[in-house]
């Protein structure tokens, strides 16, 4: 019968689709083994688009800085220009790019809005998060909701101009719409999607509600936008918003337009949330495992800090280990593997090829983390990694969880500040206890081809 007939073309696409989810996974996770047979630079093909992958600093290095503006591009992620349309900053391309991302950096640093500076925020946030785990009274709990609030709400603070209640209705559903965007962009089927567009529109996937999420999400950002011009003050931005708004009265032929703002902020909350508490639920589970580790970090922070003040930026530059040690969290945890895509800007000669312009990048940075000439035994959690042999700290031009060049992540200043604020804040006020034995904690992360989550855990905090 009909039905039957459906039914068997159904499932035969199922089939056919079940294989290119293996075949992808398989081929972003062997890209190790791809670069020993074929080298640093070589071509892969996902469903019909062509990617040159880079493997190895030499390589990243030399495309994404040595040859910066060539690489500049970024690459096409089917998924992305449903959604983005070209719009925003992650997306965008040429021009666009170039203005949006020039005043996300200016506005992002540390001084760029209003009476209070980006430190001020997240210390503001620091102690309501502290104040929220001392409510768990000792008792096991999962860390994802706080951090993750804590985090949203910083970008909140920057955005908006002010932080929420935790309890907050709007603010539960905001931060629920961006978590969701962030697992459904995560998950295979996007990531599919992105290679398969044609074949996915057929299959109810992801896209579908990412495209609802984000429509939601706009409505927010358009009555909070309305709210900000009517107590619009040009010479005192508040916050991001006023900041845009400004931009956009000043001139109304530029890319300062509404559609922008709205995607760029979207932009914001996508890449700063999830990325940053990520980083410091791996950080956490990594400090339970090592209680040596962390043992050292409170000696550092009780030396340089005491109990009695914040934390503040200006203490870092004299904590070397605890510098260390969130160096080797980011360096470790591999959060983005594959980099976000790029792509060059033109016909580009790179070593002894010729890459078409518009051809999609992959500068696997997992390939520059885990270097094992810069980096022994690089499978090994080691804050020593980032010590010299005096205990002082020691750069390194292999550290790139940020990614590199004219792409370099917009939002790296804050990240850097958010990690270092919350993680002390938390261990001046808290000494970590695992409900299971420290040998059995696994930090090992989900494989993924998109963000590396740690596995689900639950820990206690005592009360210093």
Not at 26 to 48: A, D, E, M, R
Not at 67 to 96: C, H, W
């Amino acid at each position: 019968t009909n039905s039957d007939a459906g039914g068997l073309g159904r499932d035969l696409l199922l089939l056919l689709f079940w294989h290119l989810v293996k075949n992808v996974l398989v081929l972003c996770l062997n890209l190790l083994q791809l670069s020993v047979k074929y080298g640093p630079i070589f071509t892969i093909y996902l469903g019909s688009l062509r990617v040159v992958v880079l493997y190895g600093q030499e390589a990243v290095k030399e495309a994404l800085i040595d040859q910066g503006d060539e690489f500049s591009g970024r690459g096409k992620l089917a998924l992305a220009d449903k959604l983005a349309k070209g719009t925003g900053i992650i997306f965008s391309n040429g021009e666009r790019w170039k203005q949006l991302r020039r005043f996300a950096l200016t506005t992002l640093r540390n001084f760029g809005m209003g009476k209070k500076s980006v430190e001020e925020r997240i210390q503001e946030e620091a102690c309501f998060l502290v104040e929220r785990l001392r409510n768990t009274h000792e008792r096991p709990f999962d860390p994802t909701i706080p951090l993750t609030h804590a985090v949203s709400n910083i970008i909140c603070s920057i955005v908006f101009g002010d932080r929420f209640d935790y309890e907050d209705q709007k603010f539960l559903t905001l931060i629920n719409l961006t978590e969701e965007n962030n697992e459904l962009f995560r998950s295979l089927l996007a990531q599919l999607y992105n290679f398969f567009p044609t074949l996915m529109d057929y299959i109810p996937g992801p896209h579908q509600l990412l495209i609802k999420n984000s429509e939601e999400f706009k409505r927010f950002v358009l009555e909070r936008m309305k709210m900000h011009k009517e107590s619009l003050d040009l010479s005192c931005p508040r916050d991001f918003i006023d900041a845009f708004l400004i931009k956009m009265e000043q001139n109304d032929q530029s890319e300062f337009n509404t559609e922008n703002l709205v995607r760029s902020t979207l932009d914001l909350f996508l890449a700063g949330t999830g990325t940053t508490s990520t980083t410091l639920r791996h950080g956490l589970l990594i400090l339970l495992k090592y209680p040596d580790i962390e043992e050292k970090v409170h000696e550092e922070i009780d030396h340089v800090i005491g109990r009695s003040r914040s934390p503040c930026m200006a203490d870092r530059s004299q904590m070397p280990y605890t510098d260390a040690v969130i160096h080797e969290i980011q360096r470790f945890i591999n959060l983005v593997p594959l980099n976000v895509p790029h792509a060059v800007t033109r016909d580009t000669h790179f070593r002894q090829y010729v890459i078409p312009k518009g051809t999609t990048i992959f500068p696997v940075l997992q390939s520059v983390l885990g270097d094992s000439r810069e980096f022994p035994k690089p499978e090994q959690f080691n804050p020593g990694h980032f010590l010299d042999e005096n205990g002082a700290f020691r750069k390194s031009d292999f550290f790139i969880p940020f990614s590199a060049g004219k792409r370099i992540c917009v939002g790296e200043a804050l990240a850097r500040m958010e990690l270092f604020l919350l993680l002390t804040t938390i261990l001046q006020n808290f000494t970590l206890k695992s409900p299971i034995d420290s040998k059995d904690i696994d930090i090992a992360p989900l494989p993924s081809i998109a963000v590396n989550a740690p596995k689900p855990y639950q820990l206690c905090v005592l009360p210093r």
